[in-house]
């Protein structure tokens, strides 16, 4: 294992990338404790410290909105841009137009995903600019120490601005680090909160206040939740593939058989972010309209996490962006069109349209299993939290992004390796699915 973390050192182009993603990670963490100026964040992170709703937001943000700092708002606008734009993008014909046009059509998509990304921004700043004026100790005194006429506004342009930075800090990861950006600066902000949460429920067991069998539970389950994660994620449905001989003068080409590999989770841990997105959307509504009772109750009675229809609303959400995704990210007519040009056939199955729908089949029927799973994992945890008053990090949708973020960025670092001829980190383990 001791040579398999050196070979990555040993490769320059992998070397370079590792560490400028270590270091725009560093940036946001350094900006995530720069306050915003006009509030007092002992009192905020006092009066938040029992609210449900926006302590699974803190999670995310990695403590910058209990704090009020710059990053407070996190990146969450940008993944609900990115969630509109996508969704637009199958009943826009304009927009369809743009996807099929390659890089270009990605660069304009990309483009408008920015503008949105500054409006809703602007709109969620706006919104929690007026809760924050709202927020008292329990002396009476006002989190906010600035006049609201300038506050409000400031406060606008201070978290839109660091929106706009960490999506930026994002874009660079993605393009010259390694890993995916956006989720990478999720997974550091929930990640960052670790420590904190260890902390935290060791003391309660040191001090009696929590039992120590109900710790040791709450720590099998964890464990079992990452390797349950592991698991499926790794999960692939292997559909042989035949390829026929070619004989050319007195050499003989192909023969081979060989495998598509389908895997359970074809779309990571996207759906659980958007669909964490999601269900920040009603509680971002609220910090608009204050005073209004209903939907005050709306968010805080009916919507609140771990209720009935929030648990219900959160699964449905999770199943249909693992579907909605997959059909993004993996096209069988296009997978069916290469391996007709290559010679290519499943046996038994005709080749081009026929192949397609034998593929978009197993496809359906494997990702339902996988996104009932991660929606199960998401949503379950959330009784350990009720009865046993668990740190939110220990809940499902934190494992499941730390897990899946992990490994999808070690998945791009072995690929970097085996390039390279070096051995990968994930030879060994691999669940080989189904044959057939």
Do not use: C
């Not at 002992?42 to 704090?67: E, M, P, Q, R, Y």
């Amino acid at each position: 294992m001791i040579d398999k973390f050196r070979s990555v050192f040993k490769v320059e182009e992998l070397r370079r990338r590792i560490f400028y993603t270590l270091a725009l990670l560093v940036v946001y963490r350094i900006g995530g404790h720069i306050p915003t100026p006009g509030i007092d964040g002992s009192i905020l992170a006092s009066v938040l410290a029992n609210n449900t709703i926006f302590g699974l937001f803190d999670l995310f943000v990695g403590g910058a909105f209990a704090k009020a700092t710059i990053f407070a708002m996190g990146i969450m606008p940008y993944i609900s841009a990115s969630i509109m734009l996508q969704l637009l993008g199958a009943v826009v014909p304009y927009l369809q137009r743009l996807q099929r046009e390659g890089e270009e059509g990605r660069r304009k998509i990309t483009q408008y995903t920015r503008y949105l990304t500054v409006l809703i921004a602007a709109l969620q700043a706006w919104g929690t600019a007026g809760y924050l004026t709202t927020i008292k100790s329990a002396a009476g005194v006002s989190a906010v120490h600035m006049n609201t006429a300038a506050f409000i506004p400031l406060t606008i342009l201070t978290f839109t601005s660091g929106t706009i930075f960490i999506m930026w800090l994002g874009e660079q990861i993605t393009e010259r680090g390694i890993g995916n950006g956006i989720s990478l600066i999720i997974f550091i902000g929930i990640i960052a909160r670790f420590p904190e949460a260890v902390v935290q429920e060791v003391l309660l067991v040191w001090h009696g206040s929590r039992n120590l069998f109900v710790g040791a539970i709450m720590l099998a389950a964890m464990v079992a939740v990452i390797a349950a994660v592991i698991l499926v994620t790794r999960a692939q449905r292997r559909v042989p593939v035949q390829y026929p001989r070619k004989v050319v003068g007195r050499r003989v080409f192909g023969g081979a058989t060989t495998h598509l590999p389908l895997s359970v989770n074809s779309a990571g841990v996207i759906p659980i972010i958007f669909a964490q997105s999601i269900m920040f959307l009603p509680s971002t509504v609220a910090q608009l309209f204050p005073n209004t009772d209903w939907v005050q109750n709306l968010v805080a009675v009916w919507l609140a996490p771990g209720g009935l229809w929030y648990s219900l609303i959160y699964g449905v959400i999770i199943i249909f962006f693992a579907y909605f995704y997959t059909a993004i990210v993996f096209n069988p007519m296009e997978i069916a069109d290469n391996m007709r040009k290559n010679g290519g056939y499943i046996p038994g199955i005709r080749p081009g349209k026929n192949t397609a729908d034998y593929i978009e089949k197993i496809l359906t029927r494997i990702t339902l299993p996988g996104a009932i799973f991660f929606a199960a994992i998401a949503i379950l945890p959330w009784v350990l939290i009720g009865q046993f008053n668990v740190n939110f990090f220990f809940g499902g949708t934190g494992l499941l992004i730390v897990v899946g973020v992990a490994l999808d960025t070690l998945q791009q670092i072995e690929s970097h390796l085996i390039m390279r001829h070096y051995d990968g980190f994930m030879k060994k383990g691999r669940i080989r699915g189904r044959s057939m």
